[in-house]
């Protein structure tokens, strides 16, 4: 049950690393978020280096995205000139990652970083959507049909220039807001090893207000591409992309994605937000409790560089 | 069994002036491939007296598998604000990738301070260079934090009075290559110690290399790292298009 992977330098279960990239494809395919928020941690947890960890996540996650992407795009639930303008806006983010990335590395900082921001993100994305989806939920149970309001209004984002029409999503607004999110969300991917959908999809429904039927298969395809730019970044700056721990983790994502797809239509979409909102405030406390308790060994090495 | 009877017997005909030691590794060349778990090194081998005078009491033997030396940076963690961050680091020129030492007897008893710290027999006697600019106490506990840390990892072990000695010639011991050691050039050092001096000495190159795939990957990745990176893309959008149609058909 052994497999030796050439870059992480280490011998691994590779059952365990199936079952692993099984579990969090089905949230994948579920949410529509790309579930790195969930491999990276688990991965470091099992002992992979961070920095392979997160590079290696990266890679999986575009594949295990595309599937859901495609099936989305089928369904006519991607808003293409949407999905653009995000993508651009990640490659950037990539790139100034990637530059932070190499910089926290030779402080010897970019563990405790990975961390922190991981926390801080979790903590208030999860946050927000569990009081949010507790809304619904409540709202649900006593008969109400829980409306929303379809474009909730942000004064700053009117304000931005150059509006342009996005029909898929019913949106009249400025690319520049879809582009900064996505430049945020891009350098994140590359530090994190996210897709970054856990941002993303909570802030198009709540401060974009794009139509909810597009949100997830927009962003699948924003996450397929910039994961795509994030592996190549890997590959050339930190060469950290494990490609066998990744395929490990595609092989059990991919099938676990496509039976998310198909479980996310049986659900009630509020109770499906609680769950990823439960998900998303666990991981970020057991982050966080690793942070703050006296770690089992107050000494690390770092190799030679 | 059968090299240990050959070199006995080999041993036991060529008689020489000075004490020398006779090796041999079980392993030259140790081949990390996709199913590599960690290994286990045979050492053994034989004393060869002069004329063939074997003495009464029991020679004393340390054995030393190291790997090459490697100079890295050991960062510390403390609380800031609440948070365990790396605060305080120390930087080793010279500090092994591996270290495994197998003896006779305790080291202490063994070997007096000196040879210990001059043929580096045991962990606390690695010679690790640290880099100056950093006060005496702190450098001698970073030094204990990186030795302590790879001995749990397995990667530094001392197995004291683990060398087996038969009938006072031939000597063996088994040491252990956990699953992250890394690949270089590594040596195999046999010492003969008689009251805390070292009077003989033998050193056998052992190599531990990726082979096959996984070298091919790894190769592959350092000098076309760019199309490396396009090959893992690819990969992974074949594979989760593959899988996507697979699923939807069942």
Known sequence: ?305 | MRPLILVLAWALCVGAAPIRLITDISQRRIDIVYTFRGAELLVFGAIQYPRGSVPDEPPGLAIVVRGPPVPITVRKKARVAGIWVNTDSVRFETAPGFYAVATSAPIRSLVDERTAAIYEIGVSNLQLSPASGNARAQTSEFEQGLVALRRRTGLYAEHEGDVGVTQNVLYRARIAIPSAVPVGDYTAEIFLIRRGKVIAHSATPISIDKSGFERWVYVFSRQYALLYGLVAVALALLAGWLAGLVVRRT
């Open chain 1, 1 to 305: 049950m052994n497999l030796y992977l050439p870059i992480a330098e280490m011998s691994v279960n590779w059952l365990v690393i199936i079952g692993l990239g099984a579990g969090v494809g089905f949230l994948s395919g579920m949410f529509g978020v790309g579930g790195g928020f969930l491999t990276t941690p688990l991965l470091i947890f099992y002992g992979i280096p961070p920095a392979i960890a997160v590079a290696s996540a990266a890679t999986q996650i575009t594949g295990s995205s595309v599937s859901g992407a495609l099936a989305y795009w089928r369904r006519g639930g991607v808003d293409v000139p949407m999905g653009l303008v995000l993508t651009a806006g990640g490659i950037a983010g990539a790139g100034l990652g990637s530059v932070a990335f190499a910089w926290l590395k030779t402080l010897g900082q970019i563990d405790v970083t990975i961390n922190i921001i991981y926390v801080l993100f979790l903590g208030i994305v999860g946050g927000l959507m569990l009081r949010e989806a507790l809304g619904a939920v409540r709202k649900a149970r006593a008969g109400v049909a829980g409306k929303g309001r379809l474009h909730p209004h942000q004064p700053w984002l009117a304000a931005l220039p150059w509006r342009v029409r996005f029909y898929k999503s019913g949106l009249y607004i400025s690319p520049l807001a879809p582009f900064a999110l996505g430049l945020l969300v891009g350098i994140l991917t590359v530090i994190m090893g996210v897709g970054g959908g856990f941002i993303i999809v909570p802030a198009m429904i709540y401060l974009l207000g794009m139509s909810t039927g597009v949100v997830v298969g927009t962003s699948l395809f924003n996450i397929v591409f910039v994961t795509a730019a994030t592996t190549l970044l890997h590959s050339v700056e930190s060469q950290s992309v494990d490609i066998v721990l990744a395929m490990l983790l595609l092989v059990g994502g991919v099938v676990g994605a496509q039976f998310g797809v198909r479980a996310a239509q049986t659900l009630p979409p509020e109770r499906l937000r609680l769950f990823l909102a439960l998900i998303v405030v666990a991981v970020a406390i057991r982050l966080a409790i690793g942070l703050t308790w006296r770690p089992a060994e107050l000494f690390t090495v770092y190799g030679p560089t």
